[in-house]
């Protein structure tokens, strides 16, 4: 909003956020029918007396933060919430509320089959939310299993030059099953976008879905681009007051919780940035386990003590999700050509230095965009996700590109059995793996991450 330089526009200008603020809350209540109760997930929609009080204390904070940091008029930012809200763009009716909800920033499941009951032709359901991508989701259910179990859609994905399905060069596009990536923090705090980091901007982001997924037939303007990526740098978009006053200013980034009580305190040494406790025989390696990957403000970036050859602050790596396929989700063939380390005799690993790896995935990830599969040691390409943002997470379930985790306790085991896996000094060898989560230890982790906002 731009600052007024006189009492009386400042006074005007306050008014009208008010207004817009009531204006985004009674849209709250009529988007998608009016739910038997409204969830209270998130600062911004705490409901209970003391909540409303802290509340209203942090919309004067967010109001002044957005009067002092931003020169965004009010009539952009009501045309911005009218463009993310309820604009259609000619397509299929869907708008970018229909997948990003206000509460969470994404679907889940448990979204998908409430919208499903209350509205069977629920534009969710058309297009990639139906089970054949071409279908209209036909009101009966048989034809939207996909979406109302696990909420994941049919992207299609351009393939890299280098990139070819096996057998099958002509095809430069393939379609996997993925999950909406949450807008909770994001759009102001995170730079790196969608999944696999394949669009380098808000306003791209927004073309790519109002396009491909809200199949628009009309124009899209830049201006209406630039108002829906501004809206998204507005207070509904952050998990916490802390990280919307960070955002505006710079300053004061959000530290770790110290956890309240034995087991959130014992759940944090997995997020501290620390390396593992050699000081004990044999060595912890549980200190800082998930910091390795998750640290910096939103805890979605690599720090120093991640033991792969990957700079700190890195964004994405494979923990392993394709691999495993808990989703069940259909596996493809493809080679990828031009690998550079495959050339090298002293990197390649499968004995013939032509250039070429054949990879088995469900789906390759950032590979597919980046084109390259020979990151051996690295792990940050072949089946590499972006770290997602631990702040708010316990607003946005199901977790992980495939929504296969549906629940931080099926996060928690997940990262057991990878901590299995790429701990164990020998493989299927006698020696154990050097980090084994207990039982107890996936419950402090949970109760831990239920902290982060």
């Known amino acids: 909003m731009r600052s007024s ?77 009218r463009l993310f809200d309820q604009e259609t763009f000619g397509g299929n009716g869907r708008t970018c509320l229909t997948c990003h909800s206000r509460e969470t920033g994404t679907v889940s499941p448990a979204d998908a089959r409430a919208r499903f009951r209350h509205d069977p032709d629920d534009p969710l359901f058309v297009h990639d939310g139906s089970d054949d991508d071409d279908g209209d989701g036909f009101g009966d259910g048989q034809h939207v299993t996909r979406m109302l179990e696990s909420a994941t859609f049919l992207m299609r994905i351009r393939l890299h030059p280098d990139v070819e399905v096996k057998g099958h060069p002509e095809i430069r596009e393939v379609t996997v099953r ?11 705090l995170d730079p790196v976008l969608m999944l696999d980091g394949r669009q380098p901007t808000l306003q791209e982001q927004a073309l790519g879905a109002i396009t491909q997924h809200a199949q628009a037939t009309r124009a899209i303007t830049s201006r209406e681009l630039d108002l829906i990526a501004g809206f998204q740098r507005t207070p509904r978009f952050y998990s916490s007051r802390e990280l919307l006053l960070f955002a505006f200013t710079g300053h004061n980034p959000p530290v770790l919780p110290a956890g309240r009580t034995p087991s959130e305190k ?18 912890n390696f549980k200190p800082g386990a998930c910091a390795a990957c998750h640290s910096g403000p939103l805890l979605n970036q ?51 230095p032509d250039g070429t790896v054949e990879v088995s995935s469900p789906d390759p ?23 997602s943002p631990l702040r708010g997470i316990r607003h946005t379930a199901p977790y992980f590109h495939d929504n296969s985790a549906r629940t931080l306790e099926d996060v928690a085991e997940h990262y057991r059995n990878f901590f299995l896996i790429v701990s164990d000094p020998d493989g299927p060898g006698p020696l154990e793996p050097v980090l084994v989560l207990t039982d107890q230890d996936k419950k402090d982790m949970v109760a831990y991450m239920k902290l982060l906002d």
């Open 5 to 81: 330089p006189d009492r009386t526009g400042r006074t005007l200008l306050t008014l009208g956020t008010a207004l817009w603020v009531a204006s985004m809350a009674l849209a709250t209540l009529t988007a998608h029918g009016k739910p038997e109760k409204q969830p209270r997930r998130g600062w911004w929609q705490a409901g209970d007396r003391l909540a409303a009080l802290a509340r209203a204390e942090s919309a004067r904070t967010a109001m002044a933060a957005t009067e002092s940091a931003s020169s965004t008029p009010l009539v952009d930012l009501l045309e911005g919430a």
């Open 178 to 188: 993925r999950g909406t990536p949450t807008t909770l923090n994001t759009p102001a």
């Open 266 to 283: 014992r759940g944090r040494i997995f997020f501290e940035d620390l390396p593992p406790d050699f000081n004990v025989n044999p060595p």
């Open 302 to 352: 690599t720090n120093q003590f991640l033991p792969v050859a990957v700079p700190p602050g890195t964004r994405f790596q494979s923990v392993l999700v394709s691999e495993f396929n808990a989703a069940g989700n259909p596996v493809l063939d493809f080679v990828f050509r031009n690998q550079l380390r495959d050339l090298d005799p002293a990197t390649n690993l499968d004995g013939v």
């Open 365 to 387: 990830g950032r590979a597919l965009v980046s084109g390259r599969a020979d990151d051996f040691g690295s792990f940050d390409q072949l089946n590499a996700f972006k770290n």
